[in-house]
């Protein structure tokens, strides 16, 4: 790496995270690789009767919100009542900041959330709170204020893809030079709103998910908040991780249904993606939902873009489709990967059965000196992304 | 039967948002998805719902409602054969 | 000069809609049809999908389609759609949560639910338009101009989009204010995309 080439590198300078899994990403990945090792294991997703007032059953992956109030309690003696939502984004980007050492109540300093439906729950019952806490903008308000931070968030909302979006959002902000560090929270909380959306969908299974199965039938849900701190440095310690390129692209085809010849992941793919950087991929993180129709249209990008042989895998098996906050969390899992050198196990993928034949992680690998992947995502509306992410 | 079809032509109408299509234009023997009135998966959907509430029919999955819905006249045939409602 | 300019631009609010400094379209109290509806007939648009449209993506979608003006089906390889608004979907979860607020009466509405992400309305322009660049929802407390200049810039920036369309789209208990914007990086003689460009234009 030439010396000029570190001013644009935009490093990851920590992260952090809440899941079922863990609250913290050392505890999480550790449980994602006793998954990944042992397929006799059970994860912490199950199956959920009349929960949140749904007459029909769902499986997902529900934080325990008494887990959550006590870490947050314990962490925080504010009077101040935040929602579940705020508080698990809050636990999870001080994380983070701790990690990369910079003070957040900096002017230099931007926070984006990255978010779906924020706290939607409150219109079912606003339990206390006032009206305005529905609004995206003000958990994102809330969650800089939390830290000291003075200037106005930016909030992305882009469906499924809203992590990546967010990220590329933080990398541009970074490269005009308007902050030194972004502090990129993602977060989605479950609720009857949610749930019961997906289910009028018919989109979700109620066991376990397959992602690229030939027998898949849906996904699941879960939650997590997840946060990663960007920053612009011209010395980016050994081992840790740049956001090299990231690129988003809408199919122009169907609000819902994504394009059968996968138009706009095929561009996002190519655009990110040089000759060299093929060969340093350990593997791609995909979206894997689990939906007869996503994973096909992912099979079909991943082929034409002459990707079929690098080992691909979701981590939906392990927490569900996390929503606005899918796109961190999983960068965050997959660079730990990286790091460990492991090529985790597609969990749930038992028989592949797309549209073109991929190279799915049906058992756990090994990445071979590799030190890059992509972390690429779809969503409603349209839209794709993909973002390169490279260890140092 | 005839009641029903034109019942059903007007509920379809107003359930799929079609503001520009009068029961006249639909054809009861019609293919409603692909060509016809070109229905897309949403309009599946919502057509599922509409064979619970208006009739007590509980249909799975799209899939299942692939035959059901293939024109008026099969869901007309469905419904007089399954409603609870 | 070369730089990204504004090349068309379309303001609707409550009372009308502004295009080019005309008003093109002025809402009837005395018609039965809803405003928006009252639009879309006014422009002569046939869309059908429109009326499965939310009422926040049936107004951006109208803003929209006045600032393009193009019916051309081609692939818009280095276009991109960016908008921003305040209060999300609310519109429609409010309508989507009123179809499984009642236990006894518990039908969820897909048709409803599909609408619950504002981000929807650019997808719905994108569709239209054969836009194949990206597409993106940002959520802000208030309209910001600079808000707007500095993702329509950055975006740019990256040099591999060439034109844009979007800007505030905001439709929320009852009331419409939008502003859309088609923007493009070229050396005409229009106006250049800057902060006080785009409130002169919100403030029309």
């Not at chain 1, 699941?220 to 920053?231: D, F, H, K």
């Not at chain 3, 295009?19 to 046939?46: G, S, T």
């Amino acid at each position: 790496m030439e010396e000029n080439e570190w001013n644009n590198m935009i490093c990851v300078a920590g992260e952090g995270m809440i899941s079922p899994l863990g609250f913290n990403s050392a505890d999480t990945f550790r449980r994602v690789e006793e998954l990944s090792a042992d397929p006799s294991k059970e994860s912490e997703g199950r199956l959920y009767q009349s929960h949140f007032g749904i007459p029909e059953p769902f499986f997902a992956s529900l934080i325990d919100d008494k887990k959550l109030d006590n870490a947050f309690s314990t962490f925080s003696d504010t009077k101040f009542r935040y929602t579940k939502l705020e508080k698990a984004a809050i636990l999870s980007a001080d994380q983070a900041i701790r990690k990369s050492g910079i003070n957040p109540s900096g002017k230099d300093v931007l926070f984006i959330l990255s978010t779906t439906k924020g706290n939607v729950s409150l219109l079912g019952d606003l339990d206390g709170f006032e009206p305005e806490r529905i609004h995206l903008w003000r958990s994102a308000e809330l969650i800089a204020g939390f830290f000291g931070n003075a200037n106005e968030p930016l909030t992305v909302s882009n469906a499924c893809i809203s992590g990546c979006s967010a990220l590329i959002a933080g990398m541009r902000q970074l490269r005009q030079g308007r902050y030194s560090h972004i502090v990129v929270v993602g977060a989605d909380m479950l609720c009857k709103f949610i749930i019961s959306g997906f289910q009028s969908f018919k989109a979700l299974s109620n066991e376990l998910c397959r992602p690229f199965d030939k027998n898949r039938k849906g996904l699941n849900l879960g939650e997590s908040a997840a946060t990663m701190v960007l920053s612009k440095s011209d010395e980016a310690p050994k081992g840790s991780f740049v956001l090299v390129k990231g690129a988003m692209h809408n199919d122009a085809n169907h609000i819902s249904g994504p394009s059968r010849t996968a138009e706009g992941l095929l561009r996002c793919l190519t655009e990110i993606l040089t000759e060299t950087d093929k060969e340093d991929l350990a593997f791609i993180n995909a979206h894997g939902t689990s939906t007869l129709y996503n994973d096909d249209m992912e099979s079909i990008a991943i082929d034409r873009a002459l990707l079929q042989n690098i080992p691909v895998g979701s981590l939906k098996g392990y927490f569900g489709h996390t929503l606005g906050a899918a796109g961190i969390l999983e960068s965050i899992i997959s660079s730990y990967a990286v790091k460990e050198q492991v090529v985790l196990r597609s969990r749930g993928t038992l028989e592949l059965g797309t549209a073109r034949k991929l190279n799915v992680s049906v058992n756990q690998g090994v990445a071979n000196g590799k030190h890059s992947f992509v972390k690429m995502l779809s969503g409603f509306g349209g839209s794709n992304a993909a973002i390169l992410i490279k260890m140092i | 039967m005839e009641d029903l079809v034109l019942e059903l032509k007007k509920k379809i109408i107003e359930v799929l948002n079609l503001e520009e299509v009068k029961p006249e234009d639909i054809n009861e023997n019609a293919p409603l998805f692909g060509e016809g009135l070109g229905l897309d998966s949403i309009d599946a959907l919502e057509l599922i719902v509409l064979m619970e509430k208006d009739y007590g029919i509980k249909l799975a999955n799209a899939a299942a409602g692939r035959d059901v819905f293939k024109s008026v006249k099969t869901m007309a045939d469905y419904i007089t054969a399954n409603r609870t409602k | 000069m070369k730089g990204l300019k504004i090349m068309s631009y379309c303001r609707i609010t409550d009372a009308s809609v502004i295009f080019y400094d005309r008003e093109v379209v002025v809402y009837n109290p005395k018609d039965e049809d809803p405003w928006l509806l009252q639009i879309y007939k006014a422009k002569d648009i046939h869309y059908p999908k429109f009326h499965k449209m939310d009422n926040l993506c049936k107004a951006g979608f109208l803003g929209a389609e006045m600032v393009v003006n193009d019916d051309s089906q081609e692939n818009k390889e280095n276009w991109a759609v960016v908008t921003f608004n305040r209060s999300s979907s609310l519109d429609d979860d409010t309508s989507y949560q009123k179809t499984i607020e009642n236990a006894d009466n518990y039908f969820p509405a897909p048709s409803v639910f599909v609408y619950t992400l504002p981000n929807i309305l650019s997808g719905e322009i994108a569709i239209r338009h054969k836009i194949m660049g990206e597409s993106v929802h940002y959520i802000t407390k208030e309209f910001s101009a600079e808000r707007i200049c500095e993702a329509f810039n950055d975006l740019a920036s990256d040099g591999k989009i060439d034109t844009i369309v979007g800007g505030w789209a905001e439709y929320f208990q009852g009331h419409v204010d939008v502003l859309m914007l088609k923007v493009s990086v070229n050396e005409e003689d229009k106006q250049l995309l800057t902060i006080n460009n785009i409130l002169k234009l919100w403030k029309i």
